[in-house]
């Protein structure tokens, strides 16, 4: 039985039409936290010159299995991947595009930074890191809605939260990445885009 996450049935056509601005010319895409498996499933189509790399902890994949078996070829069979883990699995020769959707607010910090610095590892140089989900900006929320959202996920795990786009960057520019794009999405959401140097 395929595992269903609603938000990935609301944003996968905003961020397709992101990652349609961004992904012509890429030909190695990792996908980190795919979770479900629906964006592999869908968005890989989308792409068919991209080999399209999901992944996540063991406990998903066999989710992310169920949505692939009727995906196109170039989204590829899962990848077992715990950011906090040294060293990915990464494929050889590493990426031009790394991909995560609502990743960051649910980690813990430490796991953001294990993220990021494997996300520089593994992008080759030029290549891009696109990271989904909801940012507060110099420390402060953008909507009423998001303010909600993150005293809940602190509620579950005081460890997550939602992450700070300045913090952010400068974790980025810590592991030779560079801020290049901020996407505007729908339901208080963001697409923040990092270029590798």
């Given at each position: 039985?395929?595992?269903?996450?609603?938000?990935?049935?609301?944003?996968?056509?905003?961020?397709?039409?992101?990652?349609?601005?961004?992904?012509?010319?890429?030909r190695?895409?990792?996908?980190?936290?795919s979770?479900?498996?629906?964006?592999?499933?869908?968005?890989?189509?989308?792409?068919?010159?991209?080999c399209?790399?999901?992944?996540?902890?063991?406990?998903?994949?066999?989710?992310?299995?169920?949505?692939?078996?009727?995906?196109?070829?170039n989204?590829?069979?899962?990848?077992?991947?715990?950011?906090?883990?040294?060293?990915?699995?990464?494929?050889?020769?590493?990426?031009?595009?790394?991909?995560?959707a609502?990743?960051?607010?649910?980690m813990?910090?430490?796991?953001?930074?294990?993220?990021?610095?494997?996300?520089?590892?593994?992008?080759?140089?030029?290549?891009?890191?696109?990271?989904?989900?909801?940012?507060?900006?110099?420390?402060?929320?953008?909507?009423?809605?998001?303010?909600?959202?993150?005293?809940?996920?602190?509620?579950r795990?005081?460890?997550?939260?939602?992450?700070?786009?300045?913090?952010?960057?400068?974790?980025?520019?810590?592991?030779?990445?560079?801020?290049?794009?901020?996407?505007?999405?729908?339901?208080?959401?963001?697409?923040?885009?990092w270029?590798?140097r």
């Amino acid at each position: 039985m395929k595992p269903i996450a609603e938000a990935c049935l609301e944003n996968t056509a905003p961020i397709r039409t992101v990652l349609r601005q961004l992904l012509p010319g890429r030909r190695q895409l990792l996908e980190i936290g795919s979770g479900t498996g629906q964006h592999a499933a869908a968005l890989a189509g989308a792409f068919p010159g991209l080999c399209w790399q999901s992944s996540d902890r063991a406990e998903y994949l066999p989710g992310i299995r169920a949505w692939l078996v009727d995906a196109p070829a170039n989204a590829l069979p899962p990848l077992l991947l715990d950011v906090a883990q040294q060293p990915w699995p990464v494929a050889e020769g590493g990426y031009d595009a790394v991909f995560s959707a609502n990743t960051a607010h649910i980690m813990g910090w430490a796991e953001v930074e294990a993220m990021f610095a494997g996300v520089a590892r593994a992008l080759q140089p030029g290549g891009l890191f696109l990271l989904y989900g909801p940012f507060n900006y110099q420390g402060r929320y953008t909507t009423e809605g998001n303010a909600r959202f993150d005293q809940w996920l602190r509620q579950r795990n005081p460890a997550s939260g939602i992450r700070d786009r300045e913090a952010l960057n400068h974790l980025a520019e810590c592991c030779g990445m560079d801020a290049y794009r901020d996407f505007a999405m729908p339901a208080n959401n963001r697409m923040l885009v990092w270029h590798r140097r």
